[in-house]
């Protein structure tokens, strides 16, 4: 099953110091002991987490997830951030119907020495703050957990993408709707408590610009830094780009059905685009979108 990697966020967002989670509303949640949790199957890597014997785990249930976290950990701010955030996702993703019974697991490391090794161990790239695989999360984090970054709703629309979309997405599209959506929450929180997203990435290098179709044809993920951090943000700008300029979240989501389904970027391109826009008129203009031009000495 493909691991769906975020960069840890220094490079996207920085934002003032805001913990206050309260107006995201009180989402019901129950401390319990793990034989007590109404799911208790776990993937090989949750089960691997769940038996390091250097980590003391506490367990807790809300409506739509079974976090597993270290002593100490600020449980009830987390609890609010997934579940107003995977609420978020599904709105803006014009998602109206759940039935999905299953609960994801969350597991939350505090010690970043043990966090690397496990990341290590899971041949995991050293940069990975986080990643979905499926329904379960792993991230790191402080022990009173802060709804600093994009890295929580950024996993969080991982997985609701796999749940209510499936199929075979690409891997720019999956990344970079993750990176727009991840943004775009984390940019309503601080809206709500009068703070404002700033330091965003939203040029890529010319030195490092991906063409389009090696952007949209690309199964996995390059493997210098510099690539990864371009791969990341030329993907969440050309999302962005299709979403403001070219019709919105209904064309996108169809857009993103059609690929999901196996047809590649050209062809859905055109049953989605291609009545009002020629494909290479529309590379021009995003090329110029997310390109910026070199400082001359």
């Given at each position: 099953m493909l691991?769906?990697?975020?960069?840890?966020?220094?490079?996207?967002?920085?934002?003032?110091?805001?913990?206050?989670?309260?107006?995201?509303?009180?989402?019901?949640?129950?401390?319990?002991?793990?034989?007590?949790?109404?799911?208790r199957s776990?993937?090989?890597?949750?089960?691997?987490?769940?038996?390091?014997?250097?980590v003391?785990?506490?367990?807790?249930?809300?409506?739509?997830?079974?976090?597993?976290?270290?002593?100490g950990?600020?449980?009830?701010?987390?609890?609010?951030?997934?579940?107003?955030?995977?609420?978020?996702?599904?709105?803006?993703?014009?998602?109206?119907?759940?039935?999905?019974?299953?609960?994801?697991?969350?597991?939350?490391?505090?010690?970043?020495?043990?966090?690397?090794?496990?990341?290590?161990?899971?041949?995991?790239?050293?940069?990975?703050g986080?990643w979905?695989?499926?329904?379960?999360?792993?991230?790191?984090?402080?022990?009173?957990?802060?709804?600093?970054?994009?890295?929580?709703?950024?996993?969080?629309?991982?997985?609701?993408?796999?749940?209510?979309?499936?199929?075979d997405?690409?891997?720019?599209?999956?990344?970079?709707?993750?990176?727009?959506?991840?943004?775009?929450?984390?940019?309503?929180?601080?809206?709500?408590?009068?703070?404002?997203l700033?330091?965003?990435r939203?040029?890529?290098?010319?030195?490092?610009?991906?063409?389009?179709?090696?952007?949209?044809?690309?199964?996995?993920?390059?493997?210098?830094?510099?690539e990864?951090?371009?791969?990341?943000?030329?993907?969440?700008?050309?999302?962005?780009?299709?979403?403001?300029?070219y019709?919105?979240?209904?064309?996108?989501?169809?857009?993103?059905?059609?690929?999901?389904?196996?047809?590649?970027?050209?062809s859905?391109?055109?049953?989605?685009?291609?009545?009002?826009?020629?494909?290479?008129?529309?590379?021009?203009?995003?090329?110029a979108?997310?390109?910026?031009?070199?400082p001359?000495?």
């Open positions: 691991v769906l990697l975020s960069i840890l966020l220094s490079f996207h967002a920085v934002a003032q110091d805001v913990d206050d989670t309260s107006s995201l509303g009180e989402y019901r949640f129950k401390i319990l002991p793990f034989d007590q949790l109404s799911e776990v993937s090989r890597q949750g089960d691997a987490a769940l038996k390091l014997a250097t003391k785990w506490e367990h807790s249930e809300s409506d739509h997830f079974i976090f597993h976290t270290e002593s950990f600020a449980v009830t701010q987390l609890v609010n951030v997934a579940e107003w955030s995977y609420d978020r996702i599904k709105k803006d993703l014009q998602i109206t119907q759940d039935s999905f019974e299953r609960k994801c697991h969350i597991y939350v490391f505090l010690n970043e020495p043990v966090w690397h090794e496990f990341v290590s161990n899971g041949k995991l790239e050293p940069w990975t986080g979905c695989t499926g329904r379960e999360l792993f991230f790191a984090s402080r022990p009173h957990f802060k709804f600093q970054g994009t890295t929580l709703p950024h996993e969080m629309t991982h997985l609701v993408l796999h749940r209510f979309v499936g199929g997405i690409p891997l720019w599209f999956n990344e970079g709707l993750a990176e727009f959506e991840g943004i775009r929450v984390y940019r309503t929180y601080l809206k709500m408590r009068n703070y404002r700033t330091n965003i939203d040029h890529v290098d010319p030195d490092h610009f991906i063409t389009l179709k090696d952007l949209t044809s690309a199964v996995d993920y390059p493997k210098d830094q510099e990864v951090i371009a791969f990341y943000t030329e993907s969440e700008r050309l999302i962005t780009f299709l979403y403001f300029q019709g919105g979240m209904d064309r996108l989501m169809q857009f993103l059905k059609l690929q999901s389904q196996g047809a590649h970027f050209d859905a391109w055109r049953e989605v685009y291609g009545k009002e826009h020629e494909l290479q008129e529309f590379e021009d203009r995003f090329v979108f997310v390109s910026k031009p070199k001359t000495d």
